[in-house]
């Protein structure tokens, strides 16, 4: 069995446990340092990225889980994880924190406030079969790639079309998008099957 924690500080974190569940994954909660140990990968739910910032500094779990993802626990971030993931954000509180596991620079809220949310059917690399169902609330874009970070998937059409909303870094892979709040468990799948193939974390 494979143990995948998720962050449970703050966010939709049911519906991931949901879709790791039915992928074969046995999900955990993780809120305290102890627990970053005895998981295989990591989820970082959809929810508020300064919200998650604050409680992850409250709750003396930055530094760990810092340290845990620099050397190579994998993970995976839905919208505000992307944030929590990323080297760089903009549009964020000045005091707000991230975890730097992928090198990219996204933007927070970027599809501005009038498209606050919406739903498009993407091609995304790694997902066979029918094109995936993608929602998106206040959710932020990739701006800037760093040259290890492959691009998974990018708007396809609208004035936002070629925005990048998936990437994925050797272990680590963020979605701008929700997969967890709908049925479809491909991005859970692809996520978890990468865990497995490299046969957890080094070391
Ligand atoms: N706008 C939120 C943030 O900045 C992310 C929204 C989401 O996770 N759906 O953290």
Same mark, same amino acid.
């Given at each position: ?49 300064? $919200? ?35 080297? $760089? ?67 396809? $059409? ?23 709040? $709908? ?21």
């Amino acid at each position: 069995r494979l143990v995948i924690g998720v962050l449970s500080l703050q966010g939709d974190v049911r519906e991931h446990m949901h879709a790791l569940e039915a992928v074969g994954a046995e999900p955990v909660r993780v809120r305290r340092a102890t627990e970053i140990d005895s998981v295989d990968g990591l989820v970082i739910p959809g929810g508020e990225s300064t $919200t998650m910032s604050r409680l992850l500094t409250v709750f003396d779990l930055f530094d760990p889980l810092r340290a845990a993802l620099a050397e190579g626990l994998p993970a995976y971030g839905s919208c505000a994880g992307m944030i929590m993931l990323a080297s $760089t954000v903009l549009d964020t509180r000045p005091d707000a924190v991230s975890l730097g596991a992928i090198d990219i620079t996204v933007r927070r809220n970027a599809f501005g406030r009038q498209v606050d949310s919406f739903e498009e059917d993407l091609a995304m690399n790694g997902i066979e079969g029918e094109p995936l169902r993608a929602v998106f609330i206040r959710a932020p874009w990739v701006e800037e790639c760093g040259p290890g970070v492959e691009v998974l998937a990018t708007v396809q $059409t609208g004035p936002a079309a070629g925005r990048v909303v998936a990437v994925r870094q050797g272990p680590v892979m963020a979605t701008s998008f929700h997969p967890e709040v $709908t049925g479809d468990r491909r991005v859970h799948g692809l996520f978890v099957d990468s865990v497995r193939n490299n046969a957890g974390r080094p070391g």
